[in-house]
């Protein structure tokens, strides 16, 4: 059995092609990746395009709870990229389909500490979301 660094490999221009047609998705973080604050990073649609002319599946990621995936589909929007909502996936969707995979019934009610994204998630998942962002201690 080769050892993990044995298979590891610098990445060049002689071996980018066969690691690219082997792989069917690309996850990309948003902020700091896609676009720095309301800024799109330069290249980004360009790359995206590429991806996707190539058939490839695209993910965005993000750990920040103020926005649902809606909204995020939006900003995407206001920058000029073409997002659906399927292909964003946030911490917070991942929090309600937890539940949703959990059976946890949705009559009851969940107490959320954080940003008004989750609360969204959590209906649109069919549950009833307390608190959020405008609880203060």
Known sequence: MSSPNRLAQLLSAHNTGPLFDSLEAFLFDC???IWKGDKLIHGVPQTLDLLRSKGKKLVF???NSTKSSRQYAIK???LGL???EDEIFSSFFAAAMCLKVN???????????GGEGIIEELQLAGYTGLGGPRVHF
């Open 61 to 63: 990621v993000t750990n």
């Open 82 to 84: 073409s997002v659906t």
């Open 103 to 113: 059976n946890f019934p949705q009559q009851n009610k969940v107490y959320v500490i």
């Open 76 to 78: 995407f929007q206001s």
């Open 31 to 33: 902020d700091g990746v």
